[in-house]
């Protein structure tokens, strides 16, 4: 079975753009076994938009990898990550065009799928720009989901149409694995917080074989993001990779990074590959958290509590505001009740270190943008 936890790895999309090219790929595939995201779990590099040539072959009406970006054609890419241990995923678009305006998928969909099989493509991203206006939506994913299938290759199918005609409504029984459901995130706070506002409907959705994907990270980008694009403005500082980061795990969503890999650094390599954090995002469970809304304060302040296979639980307190909030909350909202003879006793998913025992309320001070997040199990008073 695909996805049978919400996928992992990398798309090359939020630092590079349609400015992608085989030396970069191979690189990031390499950078990612040296630095031990493998054995982390993430195992996907996907190439995003701009990978080909700017029409088709005319006489097989394939489409064709860009001749100077790939100049060994795409096999000898996907060999190359496979040979690492790694998967290898590619992108394509149910309309005419991709957003990048290269050749689209629309009407091409079982040559298409049969032409990444060829190259040995895991993983398959399908965008959504240039539809026809008297195209289906629900069924080019249709369309695509079939053609995958009857592609002869185990394909993850990545849906990408930004949460139109209430995709996760019907995704799932196209047979795709994960699905966007918002537009296109940037690398700012603003952004990652306004996804992660827009997702806690949603989220009952998303189980293991089909996820809800808040999209690809920002997490390590720095500011360093697709030049001439908003991408490439801003960034966020640690404490704030660290609460999209947690808010995506807490959500069980595909853990894509976007940022360029050869430039992480230790501190950021630490978060993403921090074990409690990706246990959270794994879990074989993948139930939505429930969602706190904290409303003493007017900074949209939440609070998460998750529960995980084997009798554990996450928390996760996230300070949205401007100022050190003391986050409060009533532990019998999630359900504990204080005649239970139960605490529950936590770590904190950062640290590793014991937080303390839990009866009847919690009161954790978060620093701006921050976050705080814990894992642990009840016991008997
Ligand atoms: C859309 C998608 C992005 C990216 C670009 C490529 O905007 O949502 O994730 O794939 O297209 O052009």
């Given at each position: ?39 982390a779990g993430y195992k996907y590099i996907v190439i995003d938009d701009g990978w080909s040539e700017l029409d088709r072959d005319p006489v097989s009406g394939k489409i064709v990898p860009d001749h ?61 720009c240039y539809m026809p206006r008297t195209a289906n939506g629900p069924l080019m994913y249709r369309r695509m989901g079939l053609a995958l299938k009857a592609s002869g290759r185990e394909i993850l ?51 293991p074989g089909c996820f809800n994907d808040t999209d690809m990270l920002t997490v390590g980008m720095f500011g360093n993001g697709l030049v001439g694009t908003e991408l490439g403005h801003g960034g ?146």
């Amino acid at each position: 079975m695909l996805a049978k936890t919400p996928p992992m790895g990398w798309n090359s999309w939020n630092t590079f753009g349609l400015n992608i090219n085989e030396e970069v790929v191979v690189e990031t595939a390499k950078e990612f076994v040296r630095l031990g995201l493998d054995k982390a779990g993430y195992k996907y590099i996907v190439i995003d938009d701009g990978w080909s040539e700017l029409d088709r072959d005319p006489v097989s009406g394939k489409i064709v990898p860009d001749h100077v970006k790939f100049p060994n054609g795409m096999k000898s890419v996907s060999d190359k990550v496979h040979e690492l241990g790694l998967k290898f995923g590619m992108y394509s678009c149910a309309g005419t065009r991709t957003c990048g305006d290269y050749p689209g998928s629309f009407d091409h969909e079982f040559l298409d799928a049969r032409t990444f099989a060829e190259y040995g493509c895991d993983y398959l991203k399908y965008d959504f720009c240039y539809m026809p206006r008297t195209a289906n939506g629900p069924l080019m994913y249709r369309r695509m989901g079939l053609a995958l299938k009857a592609s002869g290759r185990e394909i993850l199918f990545s849906a990408c149409s930004w949460g139109r005609d209430e995709v996760h409504k019907w995704i799932r029984s196209v047979g795709a694995h994960m699905y966007r459901t918002t537009g296109d995130i940037n690398d700012s706070f603003e952004s990652f917080r306004d996804i992660a506002f827009s997702q806690q409907d949603l989220l009952g959705y998303s189980a293991p074989g089909c996820f809800n994907d808040t999209d690809m990270l920002t997490v390590g980008m720095f500011g360093n993001g697709l030049v001439g694009t908003e991408l490439g403005h801003g960034g966020c500082t640690d404490a704030e990779y660290r609460s999209q980061f947690a808010l995506w795990c807490l959500f069980s969503a595909p853990l894509i990074l976007g940022c360029d890999i050869r430039k992480l650094s230790p501190e950021m390599l630490a978060l993403v590959t921090n074990k409690n954090l990706i246990r959270i995002d794994q879990d074989e469970e993948a139930r939505p958290p429930i969602e706190q809304h904290v409303s003493l304060t007017s900074a949209k302040n939440r609070v998460y509590f998750k529960h995980l296979s084997g009798g554990e639980y996450a928390m996760g307190f996230f300070n949205f505001g401007e100022h050190e909030h003391r986050i409060r909350t009533n532990l019998t909202d999630f359900g504990l009740s204080a005649s239970s003879g139960l605490k529950l006793t936590l770590k904190d998913a950062f640290t590793d270190e014991p937080f303390g025992s839990f009866t009847e309320y919690m009161n954790v001070p978060v620093a701006p943008h921050d976050c705080r997040v814990f894992i642990g199990r009840l016991e008997n008073v």
